[in-house]
């Protein structure tokens, strides 16, 4: 197992995201906890020591399965993660009670990390609202012992990552990031890593593979792939470009079944960084893979100033692209709650304008009409 320092720890570069875990009849609700259990078992024995889980994970039964099948490890053997579920504003009030009934859940006095979850558009400004007091209390805890390390996970914006550093950035210890070697341009997640280590901050990885969309690649791109390194998984690649990136401390792979974990115990068994060339070959498959399903907008913001409703709209056409990319997902329609009605996709005219100053020539009305209908 590779492993990263992390202040006076050691952590393998592996974590085990307990978001996807085995389940009954497909019922995302009714983990497979036998399953479950062996997976944890041999995640253990081959090194893995992180295990990342959530309020809302599982119908909200992931941290106290999860939490079982460590129960006959030493509790200083492994490290723990959950999270504040603020993803959901009707959470914020409960603060003092969610973190209790977390601790009754998993039996535990303290939490290794703990986390924000989901600093986003919609949240960012309940999470930073002192009458909520949620920063105040997970300080208490820390300082009472019963948080180790606080952390947060971010889905927003590089301008909404930049807004809460500026205010917490001093408090937090880590920030986990959806970060891919597709993501790495697409949700500016360069920029971002970037922007942490000016605050000193590693970065904990989530959607390492894109959902799963990593794994696989077009025929030609596999083929070139295999061409400079003949065993490697494909999926190994993502993983190899994120352990090769300053400031990448713990990869979180959600991992579904027994196969899949093996599989990834076996890429994280030796380090095999990519070279720069390798780096520049992959970030070309996920240009090429971009260009697929996404409008070619570059925002030069010409056509903001000819958009009578003063819309946004290399932004939204930036969410558009993700909800397109992605199949759907949660991001865009989260980042569309955060702006008022007048300024959402809906409220585009289709007179046109825009598209008459636009260097790509992207039927913007169009995209737009389809964005609003797409979101609801």
Known sequence: MIYRTFQDLKLSALGFGAMRLPVIDGDDARIDEPATRRMVDTAIEAGINYFDSAWGYHGEHSEEVVARCLSKYPRDS??????FPGYDLSNMPKVREIFEEQQRRTGYDHFDFYLYHNVCEMNIDAYRDPAYGIHDYLLEQK????????????HGSYEVLKRFLEERGKDMEFCQLQLNYLDWTFQDGKKKVELLAQYGIPVWVMEPLRGGRLAHLEPQDEAALKAMRPDEEIAAWAFRFLTAQPGVTVILSGMSNQEQLEKNLATFAEDKPLSEEEQKVLLEIADRMLQINTVPCTACHYCVSHCPMELDIPHLLSLYN?????GGGFIAPMALMALPEEKQPQACLGCRSCEAVCPQQIKISEALADFAEKVG
């Open 322 to 326: 993700e909800h397109l990319y992605t």
């Open 143 to 154: 300082k009472a012992g019963r948080i180790t390390h606080l952390g947060f996970s971010c």
């Open 78 to 83: 492994y490290y723990f993660a959950t999270k």
